[in-house]
């Protein structure tokens, strides 16, 4: 089993930035990859990022390339969202996930189903 705990959403104003954490307990050693994944209101669960615990392979949803940054620090079993220029449409519940199944390619890493563990997510609110 691996536990994901969230932390470091709010508000903020656009324009702004926040750095998001997922921090894991349990058998972190099992975990291949970590992913972040939003939803707003009335929406469907959307991709962000995904990063393989190697940090070897990284991807990101069109829509926050350039702007969010995964990483992650092994030693903590803690991964990270840096989120800069934020929009109001980024507004959502932010979760992380981890998959413990084989790693295969981080191209498919965007469908909620790749994952096996999920955080509780936070709150991230973009004022215009």
């Known amino acids: 089993q691996v536990q994901l705990v969230e932390s470091g959403g709010g508000l903020v104003q656009a324009g702004g930035s926040l750095r998001l954490s997922c921090a894991a307990s349990?058998?972190?050693?099992?975990?291949?990859?970590m992913g972040w994944f939003r939803q707003a209101p009335g929406k469907e669960r959307e991709f962000v990022a995904a990063?393989?615990?190697?940090?070897?392979?990284?991807y990101y949803a069109d829509s926050v390339k350039g702007r969010f940054t995964i990483s992650g620090d092994n030693a903590k079993n803690t991964g990270y969202l840096l989120m800069n220029s934020l929009k109001p449409e980024d507004t959502a519940v932010y979760y992380c996930?981890?998959?413990?199944?084989?790693?295969?390619?981080?191209?498919?890493?965007?469908?909620?189903?790749?994952?096996?563990?999920w955080g509780q997510g936070t709150q991230v609110t973009v004022s215009s």
């Open positions: 996930a981890a998959r413990t199944r084989m790693f295969l390619s981080i191209a498919i890493m965007g469908a909620p189903n790749e994952y096996d563990y």
């Open positions: 349990g058998r972190t050693g099992s975990i291949n990859v």
């Open positions: 990063r393989s615990w190697s940090g070897n392979s990284i």
